[in-house]
């Protein structure tokens, strides 16, 4: 004979049903059903009601039912190159949240920047439900795309915008980004210039960096060789190494343009190493513009990337396409050109009255290692 329930005492979770805790609140199953579900459209304070009757009752959804008699698993997944770095954390962190208000589950995995890595995370999300994708980039495995097609399976590219792709985007023109840098540093008067970067191979965000720059000091007559171009994993080390690579070669550049903000750090802690002073001998700029940038000595110049709305625009498309609604298949986002103390006019245009001038430096920040003038992207 079962033992009586004490007074207080939480039933079986199995045992308690949505009308339970409707009755609980005072409100229909559907609002509950809603709360669960789209707690957007469901009223705040009742919300929380509904919330703490879950709680105090023990109730627990049954989704894989719920799965089984709609066929909607309400789940998307993300497959992002590595959760090491910020950037990426914010875009997830974005996107994880837009999805909970709008009752989907997120599923992230990484794939270390490797197309078919991509591929097989991608597919195992699939099979584990994910009814859309959000991916990064524009090079993708044609496995994958043939798998998306074939099951029609949404997806959209983050980090990237494309208006003229099939493939939907929301992100930003990574060749328009990388070309304000090099403008800047040309405009300081840089002739000489390095760059440290990811790998090239299948990582099209890599590819229209380098082309945002080398297009842009070519417009000026300024080549920049293949020799001067350092491919380099992301992280300080490889920042390290690439700039030991660039000072090997002749003639040595006055300006580092690192296709990451990681890589930018190592640079800078090579240099720290070396005892070379920046950006009096050299200038180094970035691009994400991490928390840490602000707080380097000297501090940053990089390229601010939108990480956080770009999670947010991702997850409104998903969820309009998987809920029947309509939504454009590209939004563009703008980057901007943060201006800090690690970049400056060369040594050699700076002359004994103009160098105190240019230690103040007069497009950089006034705000101490928090702030930086910005320039936005056109």
């Known amino acids: 004979m079962a033992k009586p329930r004490k007074r207080g005492q939480k039933s079986d979770p199995g045992a308690i049903r949505l009308s339970d805790v409707a009755r609980r609140v005072g409100c229909s199953t559907s609002t509950v059903s809603r709360a669960l579900t789209m707690p957007?459209?469901?009223?705040?304070?009742?919300?929380a009601r509904i919330?703490?009757?879950?709680?105090?009752?023990?109730?627990?959804?049954?989704?894989?039912?719920?799965?089984?008699?709609?066929?909607?698993t309400r789940t998307i997944g993300a497959v992002i190159p590595t959760l090491d770095h910020a950037i990426y954390a914010r875009l997830v962190e974005t996107l994880q949240n837009a999805a909970g208000e709008n009752g989907y589950s997120l599923l992230v995995t990484t794939s270390n920047f490797e197309v078919e890595r991509e591929w097989r995370q991608a597919r195992l999300l699939v099979e584990r439900?994910?009814?859309?994708?959000?991916?990064?980039?524009?090079?993708?495995?044609?496995?994958?795309m043939t798998l998306l097609a074939v099951k029609q399976i949404p997806f959209i590219n983050t980090y990237t915008y494309r208006p003229k792709s099939a493939q939907s985007s929301v992100g930003f023109d990574n060749r328009a980004a990388s070309a304000q840098i090099a403008q800047y540093l040309y405009e300081l008067g840089h002739r000489?210039?390095?760059?440290?970067?990811?790998?090239?191979?299948?990582?099209?965000?890599?590819?229209?960096?380098?082309?945002?720059?080398?297009?842009?000091l070519a417009a000026h007559g300024v080549e920049v060789p293949e020799t001067a171009i350092v491919e380099e994993p992301y992280s300080i080390e490889g920042g390290r190494g690439g700039l030991r690579r660039l000072l090997e070669g002749t003639p040595k550049p006055t300006a580092v343009i690192c296709g990451s903000d990681v890589l930018a750090f190592g640079a800078v802690v090579e240099c720290d190493e070396r005892g070379i002073e920046i950006p009096r001998q050299l200038s180094i700029a970035g691009f994400d513009d991490l928390d840490f940038a602000a707080h380097l000595?000297?501090?940053?110049?990089?390229?601010?990337?939108?990480?956080a709305e770009m999670g947010k625009r991702a997850a409104d498309y998903l969820m309009a396409q998987l809920d029947g609604k309509p939504h454009a298949a590209h939004y563009p986002l703008d980057t901007s050109l943060i201006l800090r103390q690690s970049t400056a006019p060369p040594r050699a245009m700076r002359s004994a009255r103009d160098a105190p001038a240019a230690r103040k430096g007069p497009m950089r920040s006034r705000k101490g290692n928090g702030g930086g003038r910005r320039r936005k992207a056109v």
């Open 40 to 47: 957007a459209v469901v009223n705040e304070e009742v919300r």
């Open 51 to 72: 919330h703490a009757a879950i709680a105090e009752l023990g109730y627990l959804r049954n989704n894989a039912a719920g799965a089984l008699r709609t066929r909607r």
């Open 129 to 144: 439900g994910a009814e859309g994708l959000v991916l990064v980039g524009h090079t993708h495995a044609p496995e994958l």
């Open 192 to 216: 000489q210039f390095g760059l440290i970067v990811g790998f090239r191979k299948n990582n099209d965000r890599v590819k229209d960096r380098i082309d945002g720059v080398v297009e842009t």
């Open 297 to 307: 000595r000297p501090a940053l110049t990089t390229v601010r990337v939108p990480a």
